[in-house]
């Protein structure tokens, strides 16, 4: 896949950002000019990817650009809003879960043939978008764009089409008419994008590695490489995630654009509802604003109240991907949130104790989440609850997961899925000659870890991005 190729990324973006400023000036001729170039270069992104699923981006682009069209037309609204939700979760339908719906309703005894389609790369997220456009524009009619190129830009955007953030219409509405660079903004730019590619390749990957040792490991698991297989999936998922997100908030900034936070420490969260606030936050959001509180949110009684996080968390899951792992991950996550919500409010001392236990609960859904099958996550949970029978094949498998490389690594991941780095910039916030050779010392380190991920894409391959197949 040409997404996961360092050659095509590291020729493509710079030639990006070069053309794109080559177009001087922030005037309307001079946004149209740049959106048209963005928009041009996203669809290339993409085709090199996915060269026969370009015509199905540039479908739902068309769908949703026509639909926001027909909701100008007074009495018809509701209509073209379900046509229109019709549409793009059938899309998702045949593409991501016609599969997976037939092998179920086989395991009930029927006959079916089960439909073998390659899902399209992001497609749960520019579907996501192209909702978001067409739920924005119902609620509030001034939101609806004449403009196809706007629309085309919107959804196709390169650096978060395929995995992220998910954007809101509304959110990004105005920054397509009217935005500007600077080289501040440009520098910030390239520096987040460097973090987020030095969390891919200098950690996700390499605890990847370890949890997929683990993960493979058959009669050789124990207690020991269970729990610290499980541990290295938490860290690789969020590394990889957040790292992408980085990469693509980053290039927003060299662009113009201003993208919001995707992940905000989740793992320092004191429960679940809390975790959902710091995880995937764009996602979490989207199910609130356009699902959790159209059902009703928790203005229907404290039964609906319930039911409607059970289906929000059952969609959750089922949006990761078509499998029963992903659907029991999410109703596990919503399990704890209702069962928080009966509780009272915690204390400070509560919420200090709550905290070793959601990262508990987390970790313990991850084992659901990257378990290829239901019983290779019961195997995992029963060698972490009684993984007792140590074997030469064990320790042989520590071994091999406990490097020095590795271990520097699990490390690193620890350490910096702590909220260390936001302290370190407030303190170079200031106006001091300290605070100053922060800033300056940031860049330095940010060109040093440029480095080391060009000299590890040399000797290594470059894993695709985890969220590259939801």
Known sequence: MVFSSPAFLFAFLPAAFLLYRLIPGSGKASITAKNALLTL????????????????LLASVAVN??????LLREGHEKAVLAGTLIVNLGLLCVFKYAG???????????????????LPVGISFFTFQGLSYVIDCYRDKTLISKSLLKLALYISFFPQLIAGPIVKYHDVSLQIDSRKTDPALTAQGI????????????????????ADLAFGAGSALDIRSAWLG????????????????????????????????????????????????????SLSTWFRDYLYIPLGGNRKGKLRTQLNKCIVFFCTGLWHGASW???LWGLWHGAFIILEGLLPPPGKVRRVLWRPLTLLVVL???????????????????NMAAGFH?????????????????????????????????????????????AAALRAGSYICAGALFVLCVLHLSGAEFDPFIYFRF
């Open 230 to 281: 499980a541990l290295c999936y938490c860290l690789q998922i969020y590394f990889d995630f957040s790292g992408y997100s980085d990469m693509a908030i980053g290039l927003g900034k060299m662009f113009g654009f201003h993208f919001q936070e995707n992940f905000n420490y989740p793992f320092i969260s004191s429960s679940i509802r809390e975790f959902w606030r710091r995880w995937h936050i």
């Open 364 to 382: 313990l859904g991850f084992v659901l989440f990257r378990a290829e099958t239901l019983s290779q996550a019961g195997d995992i949970f029963v």
């Open 390 to 434: 140590f074997s030469i094949e064990g320790a042989s498998l520590m071994r091999a997961m406990l490097t020095p490389m590795n271990l520097l690594a699990l490390i690193a991941g620890c350490v910096f899925s702590l909220p260390v780095l936001p302290k370190v910039r407030e303190l170079a916030a200031g106006e001091s000659a300290g």
């Open 100 to 118: 997976f719906a037939a092998a179920t309703l086989n395991g009930l005894g029927l006959s079916l043939p089960v439909p073998e389609i390659a």
């Open 65 to 70: 650009y026509l639909c926001g069209l027909l």
């Open 191 to 210: 520096r987040r994008f460097i973090a987020g590619l030095s969390k891919k390749l200098l950690i996700a990957n390499t605890v990847g590695r370890m």
């Open 41 to 56: 270069l996203s669809l290339i992104f993409y085709a090199f990817g996915e060269p026969v699923y370009v015509l199905l």
């Open 325 to 327: 792992n992903f659907v």
